[in-house]
């Protein structure tokens, strides 16, 4: 398949559950695709050069930046972002909800690109040390909460994962 | 930003992304990971006519494990090859040096190949496969060749690859018996490219004294950096019990040899003084290793 610069695709992907799709050019990030052409605002978009996180999303399962894979790359994958993250009816997933409870976010610009991290971070390693959990955040920049609260809530939401009911 | 616009190839298989790229010549460029390579295109750095994803590729998604060595497909993730304990088990360097680049989550994407194809003289992987002497495979429609490390870093971002040319793996060696690595970096920031860092194998002989000590360095030139401290390693243990060394006198030897470039991060003096204390510190951890994993 060759797609010429100004030719529109079809990109189709699972998006949260569902199967999406929508025309657009193969120079279109993954993150834009998200925002305009799906109207999944969000997704935030800080730096589009991989070094704040606020785009995080998980792609098949696994944290990327959204800004740096272009749409048609991820088409036919399955894509999961904040929006996906709460249970039936709008229920706040365990980690949404230690972030709530821990005030682990001040304006909220940063929180999905947490919120997906966090959340793939637990899954991996539902008991991560101290060190484990910097780690796993480090790649995300906060500019309000000086982060105590962030790593708060990561913790608070593995006490929360391990109360769930299995 | 956003990108410039470019054609778009998906092969599927390693004989169509060669094709494209052969028809795409100078103009063509091959999408991995996409973790250099779009920040560039975000920033407008970079504008290739075509561009070849080698995502839908399934064959280069490999990772072979053998007592000789490891062998990186092109489509491995850091992430995949990080966490490979038998990797970790034949070529501990790996390991140590992927904890260094970048976050998780870039490690997530970013592929091996595609971070030696980038030659970025801070990054951490060319200095790993220069130290090794390994090797990266590069296949073209028209042929195959095997190019050694330290032929194929040729400049700050430039590699030996030619227009056409796809790395399809990369071989990094086993360790010798009773040897010993590590890998030490100084950054800013957890996660950013370090100011320089050194990846060593000491190697001991059946004495447990030091036989053989050498050194990999990113971030003091433009290319990686291989310095053979085996003659001031073996002169700084004379008189001393087998495993003692004086590591600081062989850091010293090496950060002299050195000439680092001074930027916005760091002066070219301090980076030199960083790379000898580093040296110091991961010849004296690597000496340690080497004289335990002969038990
Ligand atoms: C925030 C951030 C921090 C980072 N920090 C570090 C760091 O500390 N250390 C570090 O080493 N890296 C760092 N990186 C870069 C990261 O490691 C990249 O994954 C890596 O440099 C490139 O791998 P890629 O697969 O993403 O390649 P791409 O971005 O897809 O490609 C990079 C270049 O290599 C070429 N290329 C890729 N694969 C091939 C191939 N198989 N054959 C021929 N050419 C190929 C491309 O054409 C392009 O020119 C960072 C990236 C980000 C976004
Ligand atoms: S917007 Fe993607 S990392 Fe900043
Ligand atoms: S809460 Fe404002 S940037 Fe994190």
């Known amino acids: 398949m060759r797609l010429g610069p100004a030719e529109h695709h079809e990109i189709e992907m699972t998006v949260n559950g569902t199967p999406r799709s929508a025309p657009a050019p193969a120079r279109r990030l993954l993150s834009d695709f998200l925002r305009h052409d799906l109207g999944l605002t969000g997704t935030h978009v800080g730096c589009e050069h991989g070094v704040c996180g606020c785009c995080t999303v998980l792609l098949d399962g696994e944290p990327v930046r959204s800004c740096l894979m272009f749409a048609v790359t991820a088409a036919g994958h399955s894509i999961t972002t904040v929006e996906g993250l709460a249970g039936a009816g709008g229920a706040l997933s365990p980690v949404q909800r230690a972030f709530q409870e821990c005030h682990g976010l001040q304006c909220g610009f940063c929180t999905p690109g947490f919120l997906c991290t966090v959340t793939a971070l637990l899954r991996d390693n539902p008991r991560p040390t101290d060190d484990e959990v910097l780690e796993g955040v480090s790649g995300n920049l906060c500019r309000c909460t000086g982060y105590q609260n962030i790593v708060k809530s990561v913790r608070r939401a593995a006490e929360l994962l391990a109360e769930e009911p299995t | ?295």
Not at chain 2, 7 to 30: C, F, N, R, S
Not at chain 2, 90 to 103: G, T
Not at chain 2, 136 to 154: I, K, Q, Y
Not at chain 2, 272 to 278: D, K, P, Y
Request: hydrophobic share 45%; net charge negative; charged share 20%.
């Open chain 2, 1 to 295: 930003m956003k990108p410039p616009a470019f054609a778009y190839h998906a092969p599927d298989t390693l004989g169509a992304a060669l094709a494209a790229l052969a028809e795409a010549g100078d103009g063509g460029k091959v999408l991995a990971g996409g973790q250099s390579l779009v920040p560039l295109l975000n920033m407008r750095l970079a504008a290739p006519a075509e561009l070849v994803d080698i995502n839908r590729i399934t064959a280069l998604d490999t990772l072979e494990v053998t007592a000789g060595g490891v062998r990186v497909g092109a489509l491995a993730r850091h992430s995949r090859v990080e966490r490979s304990d038998a990797a970790a088990g034949v070529q501990p360097l790996l390991r140590r040096a992927l904890e260094n680049v970048a976050h998780p989550v870039i490690r997530n994407r970013g592929t091996v190949v595609g971070s030696l194809a980038h030659a970025d003289p801070a990054a951490e992987l060319p200095a790993v496969l220069a130290l090794l002497d390994g090797t990266v495979e590069v296949r073209s429609a028209t042929g195959r060749r095997t190019v050694p490390a330290g032929a194929f870093f040729t400049g700050p971002l430039e590699s030996a690859l030619l227009p056409g040319e796809l790395a399809v793996s990369a071989f990094f060696p086993a360790l010798p018996p009773r040897t010993g690595t590590a890998f030490r970096e100084l950054s800013r920031r957890h996660g950013d490219y370090a100011l320089a860092g050194v990846a060593v194998t000491v190697g001991l002989d059946e004495d447990l004294r030091v036989a053989t000590a050498r050194a990999g360095y990113l971030g003091v030139a433009a290319t990686p950096v291989v310095l053979d401290l085996t003659g001031p390693a073996l002169a700084a243990q004379e008189g001393r019990p087998a495993g003692e060394c004086d590591w600081a006198e062989v850091g010293g030897y090496a950060a002299a040899r050195l000439d680092p470039e001074p930027d916005i991060h760091a002066s070219a003096e301090y980076r030199r003084t960083l790379a000898g204390v580093l040296t110091e510190r991961a010849l004296r951890a690597a000496a340690a290793e080497g004289g335990r994993s002969d038990s």
